[in-house]
């Protein structure tokens, strides 16, 4: 079965702090997708991977095809930031749909 | 920015009524598609529709739901004799092209009572 795990499944950190949530799959994907969703429930698309690295901002994305393996890192973590981040695959090239994770919540205090 | 446009945000229906949600994905985008979001749960995957006729779509997406563009710029999703598992969240999205980034929308909050 395709599958995509995250963790951690909560995450609280202080302000300031360097943020990494993780996800894995299961089988070889053509893309993997880093979403944020907020309170009110939007869904808001950050990078889209299929190998290597993408920055934006104090956001950092990796891709480890091989260990079907991928990362988001956050850097000078603010409370902004809170929110829940989710990993998206899409498992094959002819594919349409995207298997989500559940979701990693993450919390910045001041 | 282009962004996709749901409405309504939230709405609440009577079980066994009928409601179609929808949705104005970017304008120069040529593949879309509905998700569901179930509180507390993952994002699920319900279609997706290409040329005009739906080309993917899960177990859920059962005879109760129907996809539709009837106009060019609307992409409507239509559920039928609504049950209480029907509330959700549901989330409309496009992308230019299959292999590119899909842009959602802010989702409409479907509440079956």
């Known amino acids: 079965k395709n599958e995509v795990e995250q963790s951690p499944q909560n995450l609280t950190a202080q302000e300031g702090e360097f943020i990494t949530i993780n996800c894995s799959y299961s089988?070889?994907?053509?893309?993997l997708h880093w979403l944020q969703q907020h309170p009110g429930g939007g869904i808001v698309s950050l990078f889209m991977?299929?190998?290597g690295k993408k920055k934006h901002g104090r956001l950092i994305a990796t891709i480890n095809i091989q260990e079907k393996h991928s990362s988001l890192h956050i850097t000078a973590s603010h409370p902004r930031d809170s929110a829940v981040y989710i990993c998206?695959?899409?498992?094959?090239?002819?594919?349409?749909?995207?298997?989500f994770g559940q979701g990693t919540r993450l919390t910045i205090n001041p | 920015e282009p962004e996709v446009t749901q409405t309504p945000s939230h709405q609440v229906t009577q079980m066994g009524q009928e409601v179609i949600l929808r949705c104005v994905p970017i304008?120069?985008?040529?593949?879309f598609y509905w998700y569901r979001q179930i509180l507390g749960q993952k994002v699920e995957f319900l279609v997706s529709?290409?040329?005009?006729?739906?080309?993917?779509k899960s177990e859920i997406f059962d005879d109760q739901f129907s996809v539709e563009r009837p106009d060019g710029s609307n992409f409507t999703l239509k559920i039928r004799s609504t049950k209480l598992e029907d509330s959700a969240m549901y989330f409309c999205?496009?992308?230019?092209?299959?292999?590119?980034?899909?842009?959602f929308g802010q989702g409409t909050r479907l509440t079956v009572v």
């Open positions: 529709f290409y040329n005009n006729e739906i080309s993917e």
């Open positions: 999205a496009s992308s230019e092209e299959v292999g590119l980034g899909a842009f």
């Open positions: 089988v070889g994907i053509s893309a």
């Open positions: 998206a695959v899409r498992f094959s090239r002819g594919a349409q749909k995207l298997v």
């Open positions: 991977l299929s190998s």
């Open positions: 304008s120069n985008h040529l593949y």
